[in-house]
């Protein structure tokens, strides 16, 4: 499997540096791995926090900026930050207000996290920590003691980042993050794996019949391997998923995310899809995202997750957003 | 060759509701393939209109809206629009001031964005034309006469777009899209084809340690078949290409483009070796995007266009852009 970089050990490095040259928004330290906002922290703002293992681009680092992150700390590729590479963000993002830190439901994200958040108390940085664990496909999994974080970590970042930045508290910007959480449900389904670089082949292997439903942001299993099917079968079966958890009904968000390797022909075709089911049980979509914002590397695939909306969280969401990946009202 | 589509006959018509229902910014007429800003046409504006086959999402449906284009006419995959097509979207980009057509030098488009233009004077439109052919890979080539036109389609739409919603006449939106045509290069480079629908495998095969060199967006032959390298010397081969045919100094504009298949990721890891060759030429990035914004369906690789500046091009590259794929400023 052919990867359009340098070497397995430097693939970090060299979109760090990408990501630098690219982006004079970000202030990017390559060495230490923190993406924090050129013209932060700052001072009596809440900062927010994210992380998590690469490969899932553009989150984080491409959600820094105006409105959403204050810093992203990137770990090896579906591997954890390191603590002191965590603490590194929150002092970056630390307006002496306290700091939020967003954290996907892993075993080793939530560790590393709970143990920075510590180190931060530490130095007098008050932390509150949201935990997402949208994903609605399974009970523990690979590398998860519960529901695996997912989708609407997209969306949290988002809304939390609006509520900092027009001056909320940080128990309101961990209110609304963790408000997110519980009202969003996410399923994915992938048609061909990912593949690590330093592993140089997929992470598992599909027959040409064969898709994974409910399958994890790192290629973890989900609930069954299915039979390849059109895109209309495909969304609703993860409608109905999340639909079970949670009913979908009333005012709805929705992110049809590709997994990296899926073209923007095919993700709209599947939106398309998720939108006839979507209004045909009543709900209304009155937001949405459509394209590639949490992925898997190269893996052919999408998810869905849908976010039950209030007039709190609509509102938070259409404040003003300049990040590399998410932009606009300003 | 799973794909995430109903049938390879409904994948236009699947995008196409998709684009309807994610974008209430667009006038999407999925029977007869036009994408027309909701709240056009403007009186007294120059419409810019472009199209071509579909394939290459977000181009060109993705860049309707203010600041870009008026109207895109999507053909099938990997095929022009019909001529009526076209003329449906020159009339509903049409405010009376002229529509400047945006085209790729391929010979179907060519053609038919031609006779639309004459149908289009018959009904009292003035219709100026500019053809794109920036690619440096090659002379002539599968489906084109002379040069292809590839990613500077990007640059030209976003520019002679603002240039339209600033109030310029038609000869002036069209010279500014022929002078980013002309201070424009492109090379892409495959590392895996793409896979059109309706064939259901690769366009062409690759071996386990070949790339295409000089690939064009529809999988077209390049150069060369070459060895598989770090991303740094594939990067290298792409920029000196373009600067033996139009040295690369001063400010420039460089898209980093993925081909679809290629993760963020990587792309980001491909633009820090772009931004340290150019450097290393003596010439600076002042504005830049790295992403998918011109695709060949899945296919896994790059390609990167160099813009040589002038102030009136930065100063409408900057102006502000309202579109689903490229957004910033308003």
Redo the contacts between chains.
């Keep these: 499997m052919?990867?359009?970089?340098?070497?397995p050990d430097?693939?970090?490095t060299?979109?760090?540096?990408?990501?630098?040259?690219?982006h004079p928004s970000l202030n990017v330290d390559v060495e230490n791995r923190v993406i924090a906002r050129a013209d932060g922290p700052r001072q009596g703002k809440v900062g927010l926090v994210s992380g998590g293992g690469?490969?899932h681009?553009?989150l984080h680092g491409?959600y820094v900026g105006y409105g959403m992150l204050d810093a992203a700390a990137p770990g090896e590729?579906y591997t954890s930050p390191v603590p002191d590479q965590i603490l590194a963000a929150t002092k970056a993002a630390n307006g002496g207000a306290g700091v939020v830190h967003i954290v996907k439901n892993y075993t080793g994200d939530v560790l590393n996290f709970r143990m920075a958040a510590e180190l931060a108390e530490d130095d007098d940085i008050e932390v509150s920590s949201v935990v997402l664990n949208d994903d609605a496909a399974v009970e523990d999994s690979t590398f998860t003691a519960g529901r695996r974080g997912t989708g609407a970590t997209v969306v949290a970042e988002k809304i939390a980042g609006a509520a900092a930045e027009e001056g909320a508290d940080l128990a309101t910007v961990a209110r609304v993050a963790t408000e997110v959480n519980e009202r969003s449900r996410s399923f994915g389904i992938a048609?061909?794996a990912?593949t690590v670089p330093a592993a140089g082949k997929p992470g598992f292997e599909l027959g040409?019949n064969e898709?994974e439903l409910g399958v994890g942001i790192h290629g973890e299993p989900g609930r069954e391997r299915g039979q390849?099917a059109?895109?209309?079968d495909?969304v609703a079966y993860a409608l109905e998923a999340i639909h079970a958890d949670m009913p979908v009904s009333g005012d709805v968000l929705v992110l049809?995310n590709g997994q990296?390797?899926?073209?923007?022909?095919?993700?709209?075709?599947?939106?398309?899809?998720a939108?006839a089911w979507i209004e045909g049980h009543g709900a209304r979509?009155v937001r949405?995202l459509?394209g590639?914002y949490i992925?898997s590397?190269?893996q052919?695939?999408?998810s869905v997750t849908v976010t039950s909306l209030t007039d709190e969280l609509v509102r938070l969401w259409d404040a003003p957003v300049?990040t590399p990946a998410l932009?606009?009202g300003?």
């Design positions: 052919k990867k359009l970089i340098n070497s430097s693939v970090i060299d979109a760090l540096r990408g990501m630098a040259a690219a690469s490969g681009e553009p491409g590729v048609l061909h990912g040409e898709v390849m059109p895109v209309r495909l049809l990296g390797g899926t073209p923007l022909i095919e993700l709209y075709g599947a939106f398309a899809e939108a979509i949405n459509v590639n992925t590397l190269d052919a695939g999408f300049q932009r606009w300003r």
